[in-house]
């Protein structure tokens, strides 16, 4: 099983990234897709997930600003940021779960920075 997050890079505040998660060796539709970021010398944080069946939820800061979505046909959950923030600046980790079997994996993250 793999989840490939890529996208990240160095943006100015204010500018816009689109974050990927793309999955194989997994039945992906059947996942809950979540992204998740770790600021330095903070703990890993909740951004956004989508579930299954489309339902979305988003962290207090992020809402309005970043829209979470899933391609079932390629496998690939994103993550789109706009109006970023340097205080967005962080690794970001996606997440693929199934919670009735006991599933649960992680990609390896990619790094955004927001510059002010």
């Known amino acids: 099983v793999q989840l490939q997050a890529s996208g990240g890079g160095l943006v100015q505040a204010g500018g816009s990234l689109r974050l990927s998660c793309a999955a194989s060796?997994?039945?992906?539709?059947?996942?809950?897709m979540g992204w998740y970021r770790q600021a330095p010398g903070k703990q890993r944080e909740l951004v956004a997930s989508?579930?299954?069946?489309?339902?979305?939820n988003y962290d207090d800061s992020v809402k309005g600003r970043f829209t979470i979505s899933r391609d079932n046909a390629k496998n690939t959950a994103y993550l789109h940021m706009n109006n970023l923030k340097p205080e967005d600046t962080a690794v970001y980790y996606c997440?693929?779960?199934?919670?009735?079997?006991?599933?649960?994996?992680w990609g390896q993250g990619t790094l955004v920075t927001v510059s002010s």
């Open positions: 997440n693929g779960r199934r919670v009735n079997i006991g599933l649960n994996f």
């Open positions: 060796q997994i039945m992906f539709s059947y996942y809950d």
């Open positions: 989508i579930s299954s069946s489309g339902n979305t």
